[in-house]
C-alpha cells in the first residue's frame, strides 16, 4: 500500500512539524479540517502561521520514500 507523507509548517518557527501518514490527500485535508477548527490547537488560535504540505510517499510493500 502507498501511503502519502505530510507535514506542516510553522512560519514562526521556520521549520516543519513531525511529518504524519495518510492513505489520500482527501484523508488528510479532513483531518486537516478537524485541527483547524479543534479550539484547543495552535493551528486553530494562530492559523496564519501553518500551511500543510503534501512532501512524498511511502511504499509499504518496499519500505521505499519518494
Given at each position: 500500500?502507498?501511503?502519502?507523507?505530510?507535514?506542516?509548517?510553522?512560519?514562526?518557527?521556520?521549520?516543519?512539524?513531525?511529518?504524519?501518514?495518510?492513505?489520500?490527500?482527501?484523508?488528510?485535508?479532513?483531518?486537516?479540517g478537524?485541527?483547524?477548527?479543534?479550539?484547543?490547537?495552535?493551528?486553530?488560535?494562530?492559523?496564519?502561521?501553518?500551511?500543510?504540505?503534501?512532501?512524498?510517499?511511502?511504499?509499504?510493500?518496499?519500505?521505499?520514500?519518494?
Amino acid at each position: 500500500m502507498n501511503l502519502k507523507i505530510f507535514a506542516v509548517y510553522d512560519s514562526k518557527v521556520g521549520a516543519f512539524e513531525k511529518p504524519f501518514f495518510m492513505r489520500s490527500t482527501a484523508e488528510a485535508l479532513r483531518a486537516w479540517g478537524s485541527i483547524v477548527n479543534d479550539n484547543d490547537s495552535q493551528i486553530c488560535k494562530h492559523p496564519e502561521d501553518f500551511t500543510l504540505f503534501e512532501i512524498g510517499e511511502f511504499d509499504s510493500q518496499t519500505g521505499r520514500l519518494s
